[in-house]
């Protein structure tokens, strides 16, 4: 399983663009990066997955370099209610069989008014 | 609202007692996973079903702990003889196995937890 780093923690204030790296050295050929957002009290919320380049959705944007070994979570304008803990996560697909995905501590996101 | 259900939310219980959680799975996930999470840190993962097969325990899983998944839907967490290092937020969470490239790469989908507190 790719190990994969991020910042434990960040602070933002509201309305600017908040942008969250993760470096996932040992990543494979076949897995993809996936980030989820979990609040207080309530499980992880799936944010956005990516395999190569740039992936936009209505929630954020996530960015990966050529080779692969980073990819950055970027929230447009953030509020007080984007304030969560963010995951970063690398696994293949799942088709060919199970492969456990491990959470790291994430990235508690602040954001101050 | 056809997400993943966990009850009960909460439950407190005395040292020593069994507790039992459900899960909900989304109806059309084939895969159901168990995961405990601990204050500060993030899910760790417990177990996982591909149907009603337990196809992977992790070490986190001791003798006290058991889960079913009886007909590959709804599933069940035990734990006997409870002790206070137990209290953690037990999380449940669902995908499909998907096809190779397909819409859903093994994205989990999660409950909202049951929250264990042992006196």
């Known amino acids: 399983l790719a190990k994969t780093t991020q910042p434990i923690s960040m602070d933002s204030y509201e309305g600017q663009e908040v942008n969250i790296t993760c470096s996932h050295n040992n990543i494979a050929t076949n897995d993809y990066i996936t980030w989820y957002q979990q609040f207080p009290s309530q499980g992880p919320r799936f944010i956005i997955q990516?395999?190569?380049t740039k992936v936009t959705n209505e929630v954020a944007s996530l960015f990966i370099p050529a080779d692969r070994k980073s990819s950055t979570l970027s929230l447009p304008r953030v509020s007080l209610s984007d304030t969560a803990v963010y995951y970063c996560l690398v696994g293949d697909d799942g088709s060919g069989g199970y492969q456990k995905v491990t959470f790291g501590i994430g990235t508690k996101l602040q954001v101050i008014p | 609202d056809t997400g993943v259900s966990q009850n009960p939310r909460h439950k407190i219980t005395k040292r020593g007692q069994n507790v039992t959680f459900r899960c909900d799975p989304i109806?059309?996930?084939?895969?159901l996973y168990w995961y405990r999470q601990t204050l500060g840190q993030g899910p760790e993962f417990l177990t996982y079903f591909q149907n009603e097969a337990q196809l992977e325990k992790s070490r986190l899983l001791s003798d006290r702990f058991s889960a079913e998944r009886p007909k590959g839907s709804f599933s069940t967490l035990e734990i006997q003889r409870t002790e206070q290092g137990d209290s953690a937020m037990y999380l449940c969470a669902s995908s499909s196995a998907g096809l190779a490239g397909g819409p859903t790469k093994n994205i989990q989908y999660f409950g909202a937890g049951t929250r264990l507190s042992v006196l």
């Open positions: 990516g395999y190569k």
């Open positions: 109806s059309e996930h084939n895969r």
